[in-house]
């Protein structure tokens, strides 16, 4: 698998991937995240304009799409019932789709942000159990509730800032 940036010719093919995205949500029991079509064929063709949409391909086909871009997020600034893990520069995915669930390629989508840069917030509908698993799965940590534009709640996430690099242990052992 490999990522690239997504091109306007990609998107008749992005549209029913959200579309199954959307269905997969309300099987799983999440009926309130993604409603009215969204993400919309203009938000996708505005995220390819700004080099923000991103799809991950296996082999031709397209397994996953994202929308990876620098923060600050306006919906991160305020986060209530807890607090961001730092307040470093940071990165924000929205809009994970994958075409198969539970093949990893949710995973490797979100290890290919983490190497682009460490600092990376999420967040996700509180109904969306498959996206909280694959969060914790992949080391992120809950940190509160931030707001969208339209006030829905949404449970926020973060990677944590890499802790300094330990100082090499020695051992002096005596010679025979």
Known sequence: ???????ERDL????P???????????????????????????????IAAS???ICLDGCTIAAAFCWRPGPDPTYRRIEQGRWLDEQPYYVVHRLAVNSPGWGVGSFCLRWCLQ???RLRIDTHRDNAPM????????????GIIYTEDG???LAYQYPPLAPAAAPIR??????
């Not at 909280?132 to 940190?143: D, M, S």
Request: glycine content about 4%; overall charge positive; hydrophobic content about 35%.
């Open 171 to 176: 051992l002096w052992l005596p010679r025979s």
């Open 132 to 143: 909280q698993k694959l969060l914790l799965k992949n080391g992120f940590h809950y940190c």
């Open 17 to 47: 991937l959200y579309r199954q995205a959307r269905a997969f949500m309300r099987s799983c029991g999440n009926q309130a995240q993604w409603i009215n079509g969204y993400p919309s064929a203009s938000l996708l063709q505005q995220d």
């Open 152 to 154: 829905s709640p949404r």
């Open 116 to 118: 682009q840069n460490p």
């Open 12 to 15: 008749p093919l992005l549209l």
């Open 1 to 7: 698998m490999h990522i690239r940036s997504a091109t």
């Open 52 to 54: 923000h949409l991103y």
